[in-house]
C-alpha cells in the first residue's frame, strides 16, 4: 500500500500547462523529467496559486509527481523516502520547513529545492546561502525576519494596545527562534505578548476564545504553512471576534483580513521553479546561491479596518503597495 497523495501531471516543455498525450504519441518521444513535488499543506487553498507559480518559473518540462501532507507533518518523511524511491530528478520541498529537512533526510544525491520563511542556515539546510553546498538549495522569504516589523505596523494602527497575541504552530521547526524574535520586538514597545498555538485547525476556534479571555487588543499571525492553508478561516475567526490582526502574505487581506506585510509567495514559488528549470538543465545545486527577497509589500483592507472602527494612519496608508477597499 503506498503512502503517496496527488496525482501525476505531464508539463508541456515550454507552455508549463497540463496534457494529455496519447500512448503512442508518449512512446516516441524522449524520457521527460520527473519532479517531485513534496508539500505540507493540502493541494486546496492557496497551494493550487503556489503550484501555478512553480510551473510559470519552471521553464523545462517533465511529470510531476504531487505529494502533499494534508497539514500532517509526521506524514512527510514517509512521502520523501517515496519520492526518493521512485528516483524523481529534482525535489521541490515547499510549506513548512519541514518538509524540505524531509527530503534531505531521505537522499544526499537528488537535488533538493526548498521554499520556506525559516533561516536556511540555521535549519542546516545548507552550509551559506552564497555557496550552499551539497545537493540542497532554494528559496527563503526569510518571514520570521519581518516579525518587527509586522509587529511595529500593528502598534501603529492600533496605538492603545495594551497588549498583543501571536499565533505560532508548535510543530513548526525552529519555532523557538520564531518567537524569540516577535518577544523581542514586543519588548521593544513594551508590550506584552501572549503566546497561542495551533498545530492543526481544529485548534483554531479555542485559540480565539482564549485570546478573548486575555483580552489582548490585537494579534499577529505568524508564518506557517498550516495558517497560509487555512487563511480563509482564521480570517473569518479574526473578523467574528473583532480582533485587529496583521499576518504574512497578501492572500490573507485579500481574503478580508486587515493587513499583511512579507514577499509575495507567488514571486517565491516562481523562484523555485527557475531553480528547478535550472538543476534540469544541467546546473547543481551547490552551485546555485539560496535566492532572497528584494521587494517587501505591506497590503491593508480598508473596508475590514472601517468594520474594526479603526483609522489608518496617513503615514501607514502612504507607503502601502496596495489598498483593497
Not at 144 to 171: Q, Y
Not at 175 to 194: F, N, S, T, W
Request: hydrophobic share 45%; proline share 6%.
Amino acid at each position: 500500500m503506498t503512502v503517496t497523495v496527488g496525482r501525476r501531471e505531464l508539463l508541456v516543455a515550454l507552455g508549463g500547462a497540463a496534457a494529455v498525450w496519447p500512448l503512442a504519441a508518449r512512446a516516441q518521444q524522449p524520457a521527460m523529467p520527473v519532479i517531485g513535488w513534496l508539500h505540507s499543506a493540502t493541494p486546496a487553498g492557496y497551494a493550487q496559486m503556489m503550484t501555478a507559480a512553480f510551473r510559470q518559473g519552471l521553464s523545462e518540462g517533465g511529470y510531476i509527481e504531487y505529494r502533499w501532507a494534508e497539514n500532517q507533518i509526521d506524514r512527510l518523511p514517509a512521502l520523501a523516502a517515496d519520492l526518493a524511491r521512485h528516483q524523481v530528478s529534482v525535489i521541490a520541498a515547499c510549506g513548512s520547513p519541514a518538509s524540505a529537512l524531509a527530503a534531505k533526510s531521505v537522499t544526499t544525491s537528488i537535488p533538493i529545492i526548498f521554499e520556506n520563511g525559516g533561516d536556511p542556515v540555521q535549519l542546516g539546510l545548507v552550509a551559506s546561502l552564497s555557496r550552499p553546498g551539497g545537493n540542497v538549495t532554494g528559496a527563503t522569504n526569510f518571514s520570521a525576519e519581518l516579525v518587527t516589523k509586522r509587529l511595529g505596523l500593528l502598534r501603529e494602527l492600533v496605538p492603545s494596545a495594551t497588549s498583543v497575541a501571536v499565533l505560532v504552530n508548535p510543530t513548526r521547526p525552529a519555532v523557538d527562534a520564531q518567537l524569540a524574535q516577535l518577544q523581542e520586538a514586543a519588548r521593544a514597545l513594551g508590550l506584552p505578548l501572549h503566546i497561542l498555538k495551533a498545530g492543526n485547525q481544529r485548534d483554531f476556534d479555542a485559540v480565539f476564545l482564549t485570546l478573548v479571555e486575555l483580552r489582548a487588543s490585537a494579534l499577529v499571525i505568524a508564518a506557517d504553512a498550516l495558517f497560509a492553508d487555512r487563511r480563509d478561516q482564521i480570517v473569518d475567526l479574526a473578523r467574528r471576534y473583532s480582533v485587529p490582526t496583521i499576518y504574512e502574505v497578501r492572500e490573507f487581506v485579500a481574503a478580508g483580513g486587515l493587513m499583511s506585510y512579507g514577499t509575495s509567495l507567488p514571486d517565491v514559488y516562481r523562484q523555485v521553479g527557475s531553480l528547478a528549470g535550472r538543476i534540469l538543465k544541467g546546473e547543481k545545486p551547490a552551485d546555485l546561491p539560496v535566492t532572497q527577497p528584494t521587494k517587501f509589500e505591506l497590503v491593508i483592507n480598508l473596508k475590514t479596518a472601517k468594520e474594526l472602527g479603526l483609522t489608518i494612519p496617513p503615514g501607514v496608508l502612504a507607503i502601502a503597495d496596495e489598498v483593497i477597499e
